[in-house]
């Protein structure tokens, strides 16, 4: 018979570590913790009941496997054995949590039940272990809640009673109560209160819910057993996967432990801690705790919990008791565990503990979630201790890690100006700016609109979590740093701050006050600074990091650029976006839009020049404007290429239709006309004459060059004459010239007679022996591709414009895609069959390696045929998409071309692909 159910005691265990996939994260880590030789940490005892199980329970109509009853018994009588108990005994009761554990960590996404095993039979016997009636019927009143909320109303499927859920009205229970006694917390209620509790929660549950609270053991641990693997389908845990990318068909395991509590007294406590500080990546011990708590207590962020320790107290700038200083002994012990579980698995912990009367318990340990700086220096840190080697390093290193390190910030001047309206924990770096709301659901809502928020709560819980992805910053009132939103903000790389106890709630929870005396009402804007973990009034301005000074980006990109053999260029069109490239180590420029010099600031002559060409009436007059642009161009390109000091420039020829220089407004086509000495309806008309029905289809790219030879005779001779001027001076120059949006060899032998002629005369005019210039093209129509072998007869480089390829392939517009792409990329049911997507991503942002990769792929090698050293690349955006950039090393270019920001993010993808070719799993997102 199958093994469903895998028990671990401290000292041994029947699973391993090496099982996450079948005992889930928790379930394969408290198994390694227990029975490794190295750890054999004091973990309460307990049993694992595998994934195969969730996953037969979801395939046979929510029902378990032959078998499974026997095991889970028979594993429980060890736990029995081990702590000296009882399940269901009256005298002397084992009781028992059940905990959910997927393979990979979804915090707070799923279900637990704490307590199950308390009836009103064993009560009694909880007391007499304990001595502590109070405390028993506290645990008790806690089971009734959690069990109502979690197996009788979400996991029944029953609708929130009373539109709030039976967890709410519990509540208002317990704080109707409090009142009517003049109470203002928990730990007012005597003994005496918690059983009249009990007995009220008993008859409302009852009423609520049209069921009593199960007084058996049995039928409570069964019912929690399922209500955790049915919330493996709970919205909010398929939303979580959605957005992470974890597929419905892993399941989770269940994990049932032994109860140990950190709300004993002043000598119990529990607290997560993390074996290296999760915000900076700095190499000390961090974490927090509670005195006298739950687990649940600081996970949820309800109180507010104090440091471990001095180090964690100084960069949480809470000044309270530490640990350390109030059981220094269990502190002693907790800090040894750290050090062994570090060297153990080679990386971050994130620790779980309760100390129960004196007696520490690890319950939980995995790989923690960190920032992207925290990342980066922990795997650098990790390499130079000697705990990894360089490929490790690197695969634990995800792009979206090293994007945070590019992230933006508060721009630090205008931040000294300002005062904080309030402090709270730096939970996660970077800075943002975004106007208030108060629940997730506006943070959706006005996310839709195109609206940047700051989704502003009390506390975050697990159902906020759609709500916290979409907007730009989080920020709470209560929590520490490992509480929920910190968790989940720093796993996305998400800018936020927790625990904040300047927020005071409007009692209708529409706007907060501030020490300050500032209201902020929805709608408001903010500013946040999460690396310090400060909240600004208003819109303060954000600025790009600045990673050249960061001696860890810095060390990593030496490392990476050890391992990755694909180059990397950025797209870039001005001499301070190519400073930029180059400083984010590009290797060159691998598009040269010469449009962009039409556009935006200092445009304002060429492009009048521009339109003087584009309305010309003869050859001779389009011959004269663009004499008159010439010098523009000229210097512009002159001015990229001095800076790149002669590393490689593709320089693209004209690109767009003509039709979007024409002036739209009608002053601005008097304006025009006016300036050119015309009639404007003359401008009119040739505005008119120039319309096409699909512009990008239309009269662009080379066509222009064929129909107007003129157009790029004038830029290839500024082209050539900026590079030999700079030759002449003495400066290193590598410019290759691109002609855009070619289908047919024809058109490239066509403008190659041009390029020829005018090089000879521009070598000749500058007195050159030779001006070395490559002359290619970009592969961005499927008929390019597929005659790539013409065309490289021709042509000497290749650059791939999958932005264009892309459209051209799928036919989707690249300008307006947006309305139906949501459609395509959401999951939908047809006639209940299993929900499916259309597209798996957008095809702008990631390449379609199916489809517009084969045509990639054939364009390669049908070139590469004709021409062996055919220089090939991309510029598309695609070049700084990481798994694109992989592919583009698969298929074996020679360079990426992205824009400037992201070559860093295309380096490291570049070295990822060398590990994966050898076999390393790197870390994706
Ligand atoms: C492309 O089409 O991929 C490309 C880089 O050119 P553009 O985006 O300028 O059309
Ligand atoms: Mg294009």
């Keep these: 018979m199958s093994k469903y159910v895998y028990s671990f005691g401290e000292g041994r265990a029947e699973g391993t570590g090496a099982m996450r996939e079948l005992l889930g994260g928790k379930g394969a880590n408290l198994a390694e913790m227990a029975g490794h030789p190295d750890l054999r940490l004091p973990v309460p005892p307990g049993f694992t009941i595998t994934t195969e199980v969730c996953t037969y329970y979801y395939a046979h109509g929510r029902t378990y496997p032959d078998g499974l009853k026997e095991q889970v018994e028979a594993a429980l009588r060890e736990v029995e054995r081990l702590t000296g108990r009882q399940f269901g005994d009256p005298r002397n009761p084992l009781l028992v949590s059940v905990r959910s554990g997927a393979r990979e960590s979804m915090p707070g996404m799923m279900e637990t039940v704490l307590n199950i095993g308390l009836t009103e039979k064993t009560l009694p016997g ?28 979400k996991a029944a499927g029953r609708e929130p009673y009373k539109g709030e859920g039976i967890r709410k009205f519990l509540d208002n229970i317990l704080e109707a109560y409090k009142k009517d006694k003049g109470y203002q917390f928990d730990v007012d209620l005597t003994t005496a209160d918690l059983q009249a509790l009990v007995q009220m929660f008993k008859d409302a549950v009852h009423r609520a819910l049209g069921e009593p609270f199960p007084e058996d053991p049995w039928q409570q641990l069964w019912a929690g057993i399922g209500a955790v693997f049915a919330s493996w389908m709970g919205k909010r845990a398929v939303e979580y996967r959605r957005i992470e990318g974890i597929p419905d068909t892993w399941g989770t395991a269940v994990t049932v432990q032994a109860m140990v509590f950190g709300n004993m007294g002043n000598d119990s406590a529990t607290g997560v801690a993390f074996t290296r500080n999760p915000a900076t990546g700095e190499n000390f011990f961090y974490g927090e705790y509670l005195v006298n708590a739950q687990g649940e207590d600081v996970v949820a962020g309800i109180r507010t919990p104090a440091p471990i320790n001095k180090p964690s107290a100084r960069a949480q700038g809470r000044n309270l008791p530490t640990l350390e200083e109030l059981m220094p002994a269990v502190y002693a012990q907790l800090e040894d565990i750290r050090n062994r579980l570090e060297r153990h698995y080679r990386d971050m912990q994130d620790i779980e503990f309760t100390i129960e009367r004196g007696k520490l318990y690890i319950l939980q340990c995995r790989t923690g979630k960190r920032t992207g700086v925290a990342a980066v220096r922990m795997a650098l840190d990790m390499l130079k201790e000697g705990l990894i080697d360089e490929k490790e390093a690197l695969a634990r290193i995800a792009p979206s890690h090293v994007l945070e390190l590019l992230l933006p910030r508060l721009d630090p001047e205008t931040e000294a100006k300002h005062k904080p309206i309030a402090k709270g924990l730096p939970a996660g770096p970077g800075g943002a700016v975004g106007q208030v709301v108060f629940t997730a659901e506006d943070a959706v809502a006005w996310t839709a609109q195109g609206k940047k928020v700051v989704l502003v709560r009390e506390e975050t819980s697990p159902e906020d979590v759609d709500g916290m992805h979409k907007a730009v910053a989080i920020l709470t009132g209560k929590g520490g740093m490992t509480s929920h939103a910190a968790l989940v903000a720093r796993g996305w790389g998400k800018c936020c701050i927790v625990g904040s106890p300047d927020i005071e709630f409007s009692p209708d929870g529409k706007s907060f006050r501030t020490p300050s005396g500032h209201v902020v009402k929805e709608g408001d804007w903010i500013s946040l600074n999460g690396t310090k973990g400060y909240v600004y009034l208003g819109q303060l301005p954000l600025v790009n990091a600045d990673p050249k000074h960061d001696a860890y980006f810095q060390e990593l990109m030496r490392l990476v650029d050890k391992y990755r053999r694909l180059g990397v260029r950025a797209n870039a069109d001005t001499p301070k976006d190519a400073a930029q490239a180059l400083a984010f180590g590009a290797e060159g420029i691998g598009l040269f839009r010469t449009e962009h010099m039409f ?67 009608e002053d601005k086509i008097e304006e025009l006309a006016q300036a050119l000495g015309v009639d404007p309806e003359e401008v009119r008309q040739r505005g008119e004459a120039l319309r096409e029905a699909n512009p990008m289809l239309g009269h662009r790219g080379v066509r222009l060059g064929i129909t107007y030879p003129e157009i790029t005779e004038m830029q290839i001779r500024a082209i050539l004459e900026a590079a030999a001027e700079l030759l002449v001076a003495g400066k290193k120059v590598d410019p290759e010239i691109m002609i855009p949006v070619t289908c047919t060899a024809a058109e490239l032998v066509h403008q190659k007679v041009l390029f020829d002629r005018i090089r000879a005369e521009v070598a000749a005019k500058f007195g050159l022996a030779e001006l070395p210039c490559l002359y290619g093209t970009m592969i961005e129509i499927p008929r390019a591709a597929l005659r790539a072998g013409d065309l490289a007869q021709v042509a000497e480089f290749f650059s791939f414009g999958t932005n264009d390829l892309t459209q051209m392939t799928f036919g989707f517009s690249r300008d307006d895609i947006g309305s139906f792409l949501p459609h395509y990329l959401e999951k939908i049911s047809v006639d209940g069959q299993k929900p499916m997507s259309i597209l798996p991503a957008d095809p702008f942002q990631t390449l379609d390696q199916e489809g517009v990769g084969e045509l990639v792929r054939i364009g390669i090698e049908r070139g590469r045929r004709t021409r062996p050293n055919l220089k090939v690349g991309i510029c598309g955006e695609h070049g700084g998409d990481p798994e694109s950039v992989k592919f583009c090393h698969r298929v074996g270019m020679d360079y990426v071309s992205c824009s400037p920001f992201r070559v860093p993010i295309a380096r490291l993808a570049a070295a990822h692909a060398v590990l994966e070719e050898m076999g390393v799993k790197v870390k994706k997102a």
């Design 599 to 665: 556009y935006g600031e200092g445009s304002e002559k060429p492009l009048f020049l521009l339109r003087k060409m584009i309305m010309s009436r003869t050859a001779e007059e389009r011959r004269q404007a663009l004499d008159e642009l010439f010098p523009y161009v000229k210097a512009d390109v002159k001015a990229t290429l001095e800076v790149m000091e002669g590393k490689p420039v593709t320089i693209r020829l004209l690109d767009p239709p003509l039709h979007e220089f024409v002036p739209q407004g």
């Design 126 to 153: 909880l007391v007499a272990q304990t001595g502590d009636e109070r405390f028993a019927w506290d645990c008790y009143r806690r089971l009734i809640m959690m069990y109502a909320d979690v197996v009788m109303e």
